[in-house]
């Protein structure tokens, strides 16, 4: 069959998920769905949709965390510390000679014990003796630092970051757009998918409809020719070819229904339903003969409108900015970086008033400035590199772009083709039916005998599967060709 590999895949490659926001439809066992049913299911159940949801939420959460960079950062630190030993300015006692005020000099003076005999100052290891000190004792200058409480509000304003703060957030708005853009790429992915499962079991189903036909009118056949057979009219060869044209008909339906029973279940696992749901579809009661496009195939499309309305080039051209704003953030590392800090710092004991077992602080502010000067051309490389990010970006971007102008060119030509080809395969069953007419007719007069019949049932089997096949190339060429044109219809919502 034309369309086995796309229906292998949908069987077992594709994986449904968690339910979305997206149009509700319910799930009754039974019940026949529509394509558009079948659509919104995929979307609602569908692991990779849902993971493309979390990844553009989380694109939210990070534009809101690049914005924040903006606004002045409070912070509270704070912590204990527990020393071993005091803190002990002396070892001893300590007495300080003091000053007198000296009249006739007008000046303060030390006052030392002088020789009486002499009027010298006395001396005792090179130093004068001091007449009067102040006594400054061991025990005052001893400071409790063995329980430390310690604690800072502080306050950071950027002021200039050489463009950072700016860069970060062009970059995390880009990357917003992008997730959404990736969101509705596999949206329209799941959507090719299901239309691809939908139609496989379609045309499953009229090759069913047909496999019984054919089996019919082998048994009519076989039928006739045991009753030409009691009037020695044709020989029992003759019976034994029907016979087994019979068998392999009835092979041939056994295969087709299973087929079919596959096939509903690939279309439920890609709806998100149990794989033992007994699926239908509305298309199953429908003619195969009414396919037809959604639209006239033009010979020329524009293709910046396609550009526009692809999503995946519409992500890699915001990959393109994502990578330009990197570079800027990188080339900011290179430029000065000046903030406002703020702070108020306290302490327990605190060293404010007398170093007293109590809670004291005070503000304080500045302005901090960075100035890289020399970083062995590390950073320029950084950003050097960056730029070949991209650039290397862009050229993907190009290319993808030639890629797509294939795609509809070739999309375009299938889609006239499978128009060509049912055309043909409606004047061939036209015919195939005719010949079988005649060959019954033939048949019953006498003129003809059952292998020709047989051929003619063949022919009319053959014209009928293939214009089943042309049908539904019909259905998948136009969904396809909508697919690279970017007109798949998408609808996820989700909440941030």
């Not at 490659?13 to 997206?22: F, Q, R, T």
């Not at 959404?180 to 992915?189: A, T």
């Not at 092979?251 to 299973?258: A, G, W």
Request: include cysteine.
């Amino acid at each position: 069959m034309r369309f086995s590999k796309i229906y292998f895949i949908a069987a077992v490659l594709i994986v449904p998920a968690l339910a979305l926001d997206a149009q509700q439809t319910a799930v009754e066992p039974g019940q026949t769905y529509t394509l558009e049913q079948c659509r919104n299911l995929a979307l609602q159940n569908n692991k990779q949709v849902m993971i493309r949801v979390e990844e553009a939420r989380k694109a939210g959460y990070q534009k809101d965390e690049a914005f924040a960079a903006y606004l002045p950062a409070l912070d509270f630190a704070g912590g204990y510390t527990w020393n071993q030993r005091k803190i002990e300015m002396l070892s001893e006692d300590a007495h300080l000679p003091v000053q007198n005020f000296n009249l006739e000099t007008q000046k303060y003076e030390y006052s030392v014990v002088k020789n009486p005999l002499t009027g010298e100052p006395i001396v005792v290891n090179g130093q004068p003796i001091p007449q009067q000190t102040a006594l400054l004792p061991k025990k005052a200058m001893e400071y409790d630092v063995r329980n430390v409480f310690f604690g800072a509000i502080t306050l950071t304003q950027p002021i200039y970051m050489g463009g950072k703060i700016v860069a970060m957030n062009r970059l995390a708005d880009v990357n917003r757009q992008l997730n959404d853009k990736l969101l509705e790429n596999e949206g329209q992915n799941v959507i090719y998918a299901v239309d691809a499962a939908y139609w496989t079991l379609v045309s499953l189903h009229a090759k069913h409809e047909l496999a019984v036909s054919y089996v019919n009118l082998l048994d009519s056949l076989d039928r006739d020719v045991k009753l030409m057979l009691d009037q020695g009219v044709c020989t029992r060869s003759d019976l034994l070819s029907v016979d087994v044209r019979l068998n392999e008909a009835n092979v041939d339906l056994l295969k087709v229904e299973n087929g079919l029973s596959l096939a509903r279940m690939a279309l439920a696992q890609v709806c998100g339903l149990p794989v033992n749901s007994e699926m239908h579809v509305s298309d199953e009661s429908a003619p195969v003969t009414d396919a037809q496009l959604t639209g006239e195939i033009a010979t020329r499309y524009d293709m910046e409108n396609v550009y526009a309305n692809r999503a995946d080039l519409e992500a890699l051209a915001l990959g393109v900015k994502a990578r330009q704003e990197q570079a800027n953030a990188v080339k900011a590392d290179m430029l000065p970086n000046v903030a406002f800090i703020g702070a108020y710092s306290f302490s327990n004991p605190n060293f404010f008033d007398g170093f007293q077992k109590r809670f004291t602080g005070a503000f304080s502010a500045g302005v901090m400035v960075k100035i890289p000067l020399w970083h062995w051309k590390g950073n320029y490389n950084k950003y050097r590199a960056a730029k070949s990010d991209a650039i290397i970006m862009n050229l993907k971007l190009q290319d993808a772009r030639e890629m797509v102008d294939l795609q509809v060119s070739q999309a375009a030509y299938k889609a006239r083709e499978a128009v060509k080809t049912f055309d043909t395969t409606n004047a061939n069953m036209a015919k195939a039916e005719e010949n079988l007419r005649t060959a019954r007719l033939g048949f019953r007069e006498g003129v003809i005998t059952s292998d020709d019949v047989m051929a003619a049932q063949t022919a009319w089997l053959k014209a009928n599967s293939e214009r089943i096949d042309a049908a539904i190339d019909i259905h998948l060429c136009d969904v396809y060709l909508q697919k690279v044109l970017g007109r798949l219809p998408y609808r996820i919502t989700y909440e941030q």
